[in-house]
């Protein structure tokens, strides 16, 4: 399935399927006189002597978010100026999110940007590869170095999932639920008849392509974020303070925020979503749920206020439903919040 973005100008495709890298690789490195490879390494020692077995001389770079850093990162852009790399060379960039993020990042700014396509490897990357936005950490913060930069082309070969482990799995499905959510209700629930027993990664085939779609649509309306672009966010705001304290997945904490945004939601608009229906649903599929349960309240505002995404001090941005079929970011106060996520501890 080849899925075209449609911004005003430069536009390219994502290509997903399985077991398409190399002849569909090979109809955009014919167009370079170099190409230079940079493999995530845990991906690199999997696949070398199959499906990576065509590239010779790759630069394998450290696995996964150990990458995203400015030490790493300047290292490889010696290397790439080393091999004496061009401006109108190609960078293939093969790994999860992270790699992604970051090869995405060098070839926006190695001899001030250079050609590159994804090769995204991991299920959350079906979000991170769509939506041209390239990152490294800091000490102050993840993602807090980047810049928008859209590749010529992202080739999702859904081979590549059947390697991650099992909690990369339930990562990911974090960010197709989600986009699910944000979708509609009916998808929403589709997605919960298909995977009420088992996350079974063939039946997902449809559901990563709805996500895939679902950003798009947003990313193209709103490409730097002003508006819709926010939506996206729906569960971040708890997923991040989560995510740094207790070291879990992204996409895991994401599921939990989730939990705190539907609570949230039916608080604010006194909505009567099934909250018991997701927690169960997640709990079954072994989601750390308990963590909710266990936060420290004051601890996790204190990350949330720290989340370059807010910028009034005593208000949280919060991406909430309304109503059952639309999404909305309303500000609320802190007491408010503290509050809320106190009495949802209790509720879980
Ligand atoms: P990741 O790239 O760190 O990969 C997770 C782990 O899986 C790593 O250890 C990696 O080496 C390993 N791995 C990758 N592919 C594999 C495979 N096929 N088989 C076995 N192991 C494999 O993480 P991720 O979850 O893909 O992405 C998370 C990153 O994406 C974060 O850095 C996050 O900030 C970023 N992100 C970016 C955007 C964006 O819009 N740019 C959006 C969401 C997330
Ligand atoms: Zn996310």
Redesign the pocket.
Known sequence: MDISTAYKDNNYKIHVAENILKSQLSEYTAQYDNVYYLI????YG??KNSKLSFIEAPLVVT???SF?YASPLMHTMEELLAFGIKRNDLIVVI???????AG?FIASTILRGVDYIHV??????H?????G???I?SKHG??LIGAFYRPKAVIYDLD??????SS?VL??FG?VFKHAMIHSPELTEDLFQATKETIDLKTLTPFIIKGIETKMTIVIEDEHEKGSRKFLNLGHTLAHAIEYKYKI???QAVMLGIIASLYISNQVYQLEIALDYYVDYMKHHGYPVGLITDMDVDEMLELIKKDKKNHKSDYISYVLFKDENTLTVTDIKVSDLKMMLTKLKERI
């Open positions: 995530d390494e845990h991906v999997i696949y696995g996964g978010e995203k790994g999860g999110g992270a790699t992604g993020d995405g995204p490897t991991t299920l959350l990357a979000d991170s590869a769509i939506g936005k390239t990152a950490n993840k993602n590549f999932l059947k390697s991650l482990p990369e990562s990911g960010e997945p992204h996409g």
